[in-house]
């Protein structure tokens, strides 16, 4: 364990970070098997080691920020467990019609509450846009405004929002542009709720995987804000073929994403598959220029992905706050949930805050014949 330990000690200080340090990036040991888990490399023994608070971090974003920051560092450290879930996704699709519904069994439907505590007013969960906003509210009404602005909304339009969450971006465009939406989802939780929050707006939610959904009249424009990293490399060509197929000639496919600069791999990280968002895998670029270039022009291309570290920030802040009140209502947010959500909220906004991952929004056009 001493040898352990003194080889962890001098990997750690090639990015200025100690054990037991009085610095926020610095790594707190409470159990001394967090030196066997962290060596162990992996961001699943790594994870279940913070979850089971094996060890601490205060300012655990900066400390991934370094990790990422630090090439080598990272290579020697995060990636050792990849090999399994990867080898799995070489052989199956993990993003099949069977296996859609299990992100809204495991992440989605765990409860509204949590999720109106941490996100903003109009419960959008996806990246905000910062520029020149100082609350998470303006922010994510200004990503909003912009998503609308990208697909040339106007009065009577209909709009197709695939992956639609709790109908944010709908209710936003119904009451700012006067246009009917059909929002595409595969959580019980959100549709009830969405629902609930659109009453009276011509808006409609459809509890389905998007392979399954049938239209006969076509949409003006199509939009889909971070749910193509739950679709797959295996499903990126039956994808955007029902994208084509549900949209007008001469109308606009509005894609948000979360990306990788490189060609994604056949699966995801393991601790995130396993905890947050199973089967998720980010695309690339060349992969969806590859997928979508006999389909669509390329209109518009813009990378948010510096916005998401203060998104994600905001959403902890949050959480953090809410949390006595959530965990004395519901003893399934104990603390061991506690832990889990800052190792996630916390090691994304890492993420983007060293540029390891990227978030775009893309502008498609069909042609018109």
């Known amino acids: 364990m001493k040898t352990t330990q003194t080889s962890l000690s001098s990997l750690l200080s090639e990015i200025d970070v100690q054990f037991n340090g009085s610095r926020p990036t610095d790594v ?15 961001t ?7 979850m089971d608070n094996w060890w601490e971090c205060e300012d655990l974003a900066s400390l991934v920020a370094r990790v990422y920051l630090d090439g080598d560092f990272e290579r020697k450290i995060v990636a050792y467990d990849e090999w399994p879930l990867l080898i799995k996704g070489l052989f199956f699709n ?3 019609r069977a296996r859609a519904y299990m992100v809204a069994h495991d992440h989605y439907d765990i409860g509204n509450d949590l999720y109106q505590a941490m996100l903003d007013e109009r419960m959008v969960y996806t990246s905000a846009m910062w520029s020149g906003v100082t609350t998470l509210e303006a922010a994510q009404e200004q990503k909003l405004e912009a998503l609308c602005q990208k697909m040339g909304l106007k009065a009577g339009d209909r709009i ?4 639609c969450g709790w109908g944010s971006l709908m209710q936003f465009a119904a009451e700012r542009y006067g246009v009917m939406c059909v929002g595409l989802t ?5 549709k009830a709720l969405g629902e609930e929050r659109c009453q009276g707006l011509p808006v409609e939610f459809v509890l389905t995987d998007y392979r399954e959904y049938v239209d006969e009249t076509g949409f003006d424009h199509i939009v889909s804000v971070e749910m193509l990293e739950a679709v797959g490399p295996k499903n990126f060509k039956t994808y955007f073929n029902k994208v084509h197929e549900l949209l007008k000639p001469g109308g606009r496919f509005v894609l948000q994403t979360i990306g990788l600069q490189t060609p994604a791999r056949p699966a995801g990280d393991l601790w995130i598959d396993r905890y947050i968002f199973p089967n998720g895998i980010l695309p690339s670029l060349s992969q969806l220029e590859s997928h979508t270039r006999k389909l669509f022009t390329w209109e518009h291309l813009e990378n948010i992905g510096p916005d998401y570290d203060p998104t994600l920030m905001a959403w902890w802040e949050r959480f953090d706050k809410a949390y006595g009140e959530l965990s004395q209502r519901n003893p399934k947010y104990d603390q061991r949930f506690y832990r889990m959500w800052k190792f996630y909220l916390q090691s994304c906004a ?4 060293a540029r390891a991952v990227q978030d775009w929004q893309i502008v498609f056009r069909k042609p018109a014949s």
């Open 28 to 42: 707190t040991i409470n159990d001394e098997r967090a030196y066997k888990a962290i060596a162990s490399g992996g």
């Open 44 to 50: 699943l023994a790594i994870g279940k080691a913070f």
């Open 94 to 96: 993990l993003q099949s």
């Open 160 to 163: 197709l929002d695939i992956g």
């Open 186 to 190: 595969v959580s019980k939780e959100q």
């Open 350 to 353: 890492g993420l983007f805050r």
